[in-house]
């Protein structure tokens, strides 16, 4: 599968931002995606994950939970990422990925078990 992250950009704090994540090749559905996020000189962390089927099988990184939804549309094989309430503490580039969802509840939050990344998009939070 090959993922193509959008939506990033420049916003105030408190503001928000969609971000999308469009893939195409083998069937979107079968699954597992997630938002990572690196912030400059930090490491790559975990910010949502969403199991291949969706609904209410989302997992968050407690620093976003509350203020990010994640979400996605199989028909249209697009992931997404609302973000509301934006911090500074939340600029980094945004990566979508995926993984191969045995269960139906996969949804994991370790980077290294995903196999497919797309190319990051960047998201600054002015305060």
């Known amino acids: 599968v090959q993922l193509q992250a959008s939506g990033g950009g420049l916003v105030q704090a408190g503001g928000s931002l969609r971000l999308s994540c469009a893939a195409s090749?083998?069937?979107?559905?079968?699954?597992?995606m997630g938002w990572f996020r690196q912030a400059p000189g930090k490491e790559r962390e975990f910010a949502a994950s969403?199991?291949?089927?969706?609904?209410?099988?989302?997992y968050y990184a407690d620093s976003v939970k509350g203020r990010f939804t994640i979400s996605r549309a199989n028909a249209k094989n697009t992931l997404y990422l609302q973000m509301n309430s934006l911090k500074p503490e939340d600029t980094a580039i945004y990566y979508c990925?995926?993984?191969?969802?045995?269960?139906?509840?996969?949804?994991?939050?370790?980077?290294?078990?995903?196999?497919?990344w797309g190319q990051g998009t960047q998201v600054t939070v002015s305060s």
């Open positions: 969403i199991s291949r089927s969706g609904g209410l099988n989302t």
């Open positions: 090749g083998r069937a979107f559905n079968v699954y597992a």
């Open positions: 990925a995926a993984v191969y969802a045995r269960t139906g509840f996969y949804a994991p939050s370790l980077a290294q078990e995903y196999g497919y």
